[in-house]
């Protein structure tokens, strides 16, 4: 196997956003043409790299930014802010994805905002170590009014966790965890 394409793989195993069969998938059926890559060596690739992965775990602090990230959106969603992980691969896709989760919660009245962050902006923890998260009102017509309130509440938690921020104060900006280390377990 290309070593170019054993680092890909390394990357989706180590940004474990996927399982072993969707990064199978991905790469002998999307990424690449459909027998490009050896299946087996594909799979067996993954599964070196997970069993890797998984030794180097042992060697990663108790509690991980993504660990931290989990129990800062436990507690947004607490305080009525939708908060969820990996929402597609673009912004758009994560924003329709949360708006068609919100409406079919049986509870949504009480859901008042949004945070989100897609596959794109773990791919940009994981190249560059920040993590952009979108934010905003349930209710589009809101944003304007709304957003921004939203953006401090979600501001407030990330900072109480301890996360160094940038954001300009405004709906039209997203609110930028300048320092992130992406070691998500598997």
């Known amino acids: 196997m290309d070593s170019k394409v054993r680092e890909e793989i390394r990357k989706f195993v180590r940004m474990a956003v996927h399982s072993e069969e969707r990064i199978l998938e991905i790469f002998c059926g999307e990424m690449y043409r459909p027998g490009e890559l050896d299946r087996r060596e594909v799979e067996q690739a993954i599964e070196d790299l997970i069993a890797e992965q998984r030794r180097d775990q042992q060697a990663w602090p108790p509690e991980t930014d993504c ?35 919100w409406e079919n919660l049986s509870d949504k009245e009480k859901i008042t905002g949004f945070c989100f962050f897609h596959e794109q902006d773990v791919e940009g923890a994981w190249d560059y170590g920040h993590l952009h998260l979108s934010f905003g009102p349930m209710d589009p ?29 405004r709906f039209d900006q997203r609110i930028k965890i300048t320092k992130f280390d992406w070691k998500r377990r598997r």
């Open 67 to 101: 660990d931290r990230l989990r129990q800062v959106f436990d507690v947004l969603n607490e305080k009525g802010i939708l908060a969820l992980e990996d929402l597609g691969w673009t912004h758009g896709e994560g924003y329709h994805e949360i708006h068609e989760r």
């Open 141 to 169: 017509e809101k944003e304007q009014s709304e957003g921004a309130a939203v953006g401090e509440l979600i501001l407030e938690e990330l900072r109480r966790a301890g996360f160094p921020l940038k954001w300009n104060g």
